[in-house]
């Protein structure tokens, strides 16, 4: 059977992947005040962060329409779709309901709508692994099956550099935020199993905290010979490959891969942040 991939945008992908012809990249629109910016080729991430900067009130998102996903099934074979977690966004479920529709008018296609329950990269190596077992010959149900417990296994973390959109969306008080810059205190945060957040540490400067995440990952990793470590950065590289160090010179994984982050990522990690997934 033929397959095919669809991930919506919060997936921030390697250039080998977005130039995949089996892989096509369903949009999110974000919105500040009264711009909007659309999530695709054309994002300008240095435009929306300096928006972002400039506005006193949260960035805000729209998922795509089911008529978005259900135009990009694969008419000729298997569709797996890769969302955002559920906890965050209304992409899965708008996957879920084009799939629903489809169906009643396609029986025989199949289509599997796959909860990241994380974000970035995290969707990036769910997305990766089930590259790896189209390639491997794997039939259908039994790549779903992999993919579910590779995803069960999976962690994802992140610091952030600026608790501005925390603080705009309700989530730290004005006070909190104030007393967390003027200590220059930064939280290592963590994806629970459920798809939600949680903080886990927190630390004075950034290179603390990432210091801190790094043994945080060293203390609860699984199987890393197996595993790929996956680093998304907001527009600091050089951070990146800090955090890259960091961890590889305590946990083996077997391989790593480095991106930028794309729209969503960079309006959920804001300018100075690092996602962690493996």
Do not use: W
Not at 23 to 41: A, E, H, Q, R, Y
Not at 99 to 125: C, F, H, M, W
Not at 190 to 208: C, N, V
């Amino acid at each position: 059977m033929e397959y095919k991939i669809l991930v919506d945008s919060c997936t921030d992908l390697p250039l080998e992947l977005k130039e995949d012809s089996n892989l096509k990249v369903i949009p999110l629109s974000l919105m500040v005040d009264d711009k909007v910016f659309v999530d695709n080729g054309e994002f300008n991430q240095k435009e929306f962060i300096k928006t972002m900067k400039e506005s006193p009130n949260s960035p805000k998102s729209a998922c795509p329409s089911p008529e978005d996903y259900m135009q990009a099934f694969n008419k000729d074979g298997g569709t797996f779709v890769v969302t955002l977690s559920s906890e965050l966004s209304g992409s899965y479920n708008s996957a879920e309901l084009a799939k629903r529709l489809y169906l009643e008018e396609n029986p025989k296609n199949k289509i599997e709508v796959i909860d990241s329950r994380s974000a970035s990269v995290g969707q990036t190596l769910i997305t990766m692994k089930i590259k790896e077992l189209i390639s491997e010959g794997h039939l259908f149900d039994d790549i779903v099956q992999k993919v579910n417990t590779f995803r069960s296994e999976m962690k994802t973390k992140f610091v952030l550099e600026s608790l501005d959109n925390l603080r705009k969306n309700g989530r730290l008080s004005h006070l909190q935020a104030i007393v967390a810059n003027v200590l220059n205190i930064k939280p290592v945060m963590g994806g629970t199993s459920e798809g939600t957040i949680e903080k886990l540490e927190q630390a004075r400067g950034i290179k603390k905290a990432l210091i801190s995440m790094a043994k945080i990952i060293e203390r609860d990793v699984i199987k890393p010979q197996e595993r790929i470590l996956a680093i998304a950065h907001c527009n600091c590289l050089e951070r990146a490959h800090f955090i890259k160090d960091e961890i590889m010179r305590r946990v083996p994984f077997k391989d790593s891969i480095i991106v930028d982050t794309a729209g969503v990522s960079t309006m959920y990690a804001n300018e100075g942040g690092i996602i962690v997934a493996y």
